[in-house]
Nanobody
Framework: QVQLVESGGGLVQAGGSLRLSCAAS????????MGWYRQAPGKQRELVAT???????NYTDSVKGRFTISRDNIKNTMYLQMTGLKPEDTAVYYC??????WGQGTQVTVSS
């Protein structure tokens, strides 16, 4: 079992930046690919970005060039650097390590 705790969400104006963190604990040896998802009110949870153990990344088109996913395998922490934020980025952001392991989510609100 892997425990995931997100932090770093908040309220920011359009064009601003935030950095989300996801700290992993527990059976971390089992973690390979990690990812960030988000869920806006009334919408389905959607993939934002993923990163493999070796650092290969993948982004959904709407965040390419604005968001950067990274991980520190020594600190067992994953990050999502978000720049150029838009109101449509407003959502609860969740991290996952696969195998049904999810964090509790952190709210990101972007005002226009």
């Amino acid at each position: 079992q892997v425990q995931l705790v997100e932090s770093g969400g908040g309220l920011v104006q359009a064009g601003g930046s935030l950095r989300l963190s996801c700290a992993a604990s527990g059976s971390i040896f089992s973690i390979n690919t990690m990812g960030w998802y988000r869920q806006a009110p009334g919408k389905q949870r959607e993939l934002v970005a993923t990163i493999s153990w070796l650092g290969r990344t993948n982004y959904t088109d709407s965040v390419k060039g604005r968001f950067t996913i990274s991980r520190d395998n020594i600190k067992n922490t994953m990050y999502l650097q978000m720049t150029g934020l838009k109101p449509e980025d407003t959502a609860v952001y969740y991290c996952t390590s696969g195998a049904g392991n999810w964090g509790q989510g952190t709210q990101v609100t972007v005002s226009s």
